[in-house]
């Protein structure tokens, strides 16, 4: 440790054995650590002073067992770092300004307390996040417009990606590995039954809880235990869905990119207020719609030069089932169109954000279109060729 500054006020840093014969630190008084100053606490801390006006590194290390921060005050570090096996406890919040680095071990904060997190302010970062090191809890940012929630439960980083319109006051974030229909950790439960559209499904195992009063588009990870292939065959027919405060059901907030695959892979919605959703999650199609009868529908030629003859894609049925969904992908599988309640005015452009010449007109070539007939409880599929 180098360059400690203690300053304003009587400082009383004492290591003390309590009844428990959990040993401690206690600050009582003022702390302040010089940008090359480096503090390491190897127990846990109580923290009853100021202890926010820092520039150097604080350190929480062990090599077995738990510790805790806790205390009436919150300590707010400019870097800060954790190697701790058996996880960092915050009995109170924690602020970071600069860097949190992630080395081993969670930093945990208990989910039945949304007031306790661990905050990251106005230009503040995090490195090493992996499922061995990151927020087993609550992650606020604070003055942000994007950021990546490092969350995830005791085995795994699922984090949450949050793209704002503009700047974030305050946001918080925690992953639940939970059945939404019973969650241990709220008060409340969230019926994957209760659905604005009855074509709509809903994951019964895990849950995201995001506040927020700034539109956003958010971005959820899956991995081998979301069981993805529940709630689509195709990545194109996964999507966000969140808990409607005011309707209480369950409500599609679309899918604006996907990747990955059915293994691992994200989801990213269209814009919306989270502050309107209680809790967040992966949704797809309900497995109900089969195909009890077929339709046949014809693989079909484009040429959408403006010359009145082959400009739109004209599918055959689509009068008989008004409440549909149109999927058009390229050769290599990504998807390049996609449209609710399709009415035959296909015109050869993408309206997808990862394609990269979203809003032109498609290269030539063969495409593959997947279209959902609700009405008629109906799937077909076919080949689409494209020639400017």
Request: proline share 3%.
């Amino acid at each position: 440790m180098k360059h400690l500054v203690f300053f304003v006020g009587i400082l009383m840093l004492l290591a003390c054995t309590m009844a428990s014969a959990q040993e401690a630190v206690y600050n009582f008084g003022s702390l302040q650590l010089h940008p090359d100053g480096n503090l390491g606490f190897h127990t846990n801390l109580v923290n009853d002073g100021d202890f926010d006006q820092n520039k150097g590194l604080v350190g929480f290390y062990t090599h077995s067992g738990q510790l805790s921060i806790g205390g009436q005050r919150i300590p707010r570090f400019y870097d800060a770092e954790v190697a701790v096996d058996a996880d960092l406890i915050l009995e109170t919040s924690i602020g970071i300004t600069n860097n949190g680095n992630l080395i081993s071990g969670d930093i945990f904060t208990p989910r039945t307390r949304v007031d306790i997190s661990s905050n990251f302010f106005d230009d503040a970062f995090y490195t090493g996040e992996s499922s061995t090191s990151k927020v087993n809890g609550y992650v606020a940012l604070f003055n942000k417009s994007d950021f990546i929630f490092p969350v995830g439960d005791a085995e795994r980083l699922r984090p949450l990606t949050m793209a704002s319109l503009a700047i974030n006051p305050m946001a918080k974030c925690a992953y639940f590995f939970e059945n939404p229909n019973a969650p241990q950790s709220l008060q409340t439960t969230f019926s994957t039954e209760r659905k604005a559209s009855s074509y709509l499904s809903v994951s019964n195992l895990e849950f995201w809880r995001l506040e927020g009063d700034v539109p956003a588009m958010i971005t959820l990870t899956w991995d081998g235990l979301s069981n993805i292939p529940a709630l689509g065959v195709y990545l194109s027919d996964l999507k966000v869905v969140g808990w409607s405060k005011q309707g209480e059901q369950w409500v599609n907030l679309g899918n604006t990119a996907t990747s990955g695959g059915l293994e691992y892979g994200t989801v990213t919605s269209g814009v919306f207020l989270p502050s309107e959703y209680e809790i967040l999650t992966i949704g797809g199609n309900d497995t109900a719609l089969e195909k009890f009868e077929t339709i046949e529908l014809a693989n079909y030629f484009m040429t959408p030069d403006g010359d009145g003859r082959n400009d739109l894609l004209i599918l055959d049925g689509m009068e008989k089932s008004p409440r549909n969904n149109l999927q058009i992908f390229d050769r290599y599988g990504v998807l390049v169109y996609s449209k609710d309640n399709y009415n035959n005015d296909f015109n050869g452009t993408s309206n997808r954000q990862q394609v990269v010449q979203r809003g032109k007109g498609l290269d030539n070539g063969i495409y593959f279109y997947v279209i959902a007939l609700y009405d008629l409880r109906q799937k077909h599929q076919g080949y689409l060729y494209i020639s400017n």
